[in-house]
Nanobody, 125 residues
Framework: QVQLVESGGGLVQAGGSLRLSCAASGSIFSSYRMGWFRQAPGKEREFVAY????????YYAYSVKGRFTISRDNAKNTVYLQMNSLKPEDTAAYYCAADFHVGTASIEEYEYDYWGQGTQVTVSS
């Protein structure tokens, strides 16, 4: 069993930055891949970013590529999402997720085994 707790959300003006954190417990953090997803009101949850077990491999949704950076610190059992140049359309609840699978980068919800409760990000124009 893996527990994931997100933090770092809040209200920010367009063009600003936020860093989300996701603290993991309950298993060996370096044994699973991590991802960030988001869900805006009235919309389906969508993939944002993925990071491999070692942190050497990352993958981003086109809408955030070049603005967001995913990273992880296996010694601290934490994954981060640095969000720069935020836009109003980035407003959503952001979720981290853990994936024990192997293979290509996980970008689909069904590929993830554990989820956090989410943290709200609101970007004002």
């Amino acid at each position: 069993q893996v527990q994931l707790v997100e933090s770092g959300g809040g209200l920010v003006q367009a063009g600003g930055s936020l860093r989300l954190s996701c603290a993991a417990s309950g298993s060996i953090f370096s044994s699973y891949r991590m991802g960030w997803f988001r869900q805006a009101p009235g919309k389906e949850r969508e993939f944002v970013a993925y990071i491999s077990r070692s942190g050497g491999g990352t993958y981003y949704a086109y809408s955030v590529k070049g603005r967001f950076t995913i990273s992880r610190d296996n010694a601290k059992n934490t994954v981060y999402l640095q969000m720069n140049s935020l836009k109003p359309e980035d407003t959503a609840a952001y979720y981290c997720a853990a994936d024990f699978h192997v293979g290509t980068a996980s970008i689909e919800e069904y590929e993830y085994d554990y989820w956090g409760q989410g943290t709200q990000v609101t970007v004002s124009s």
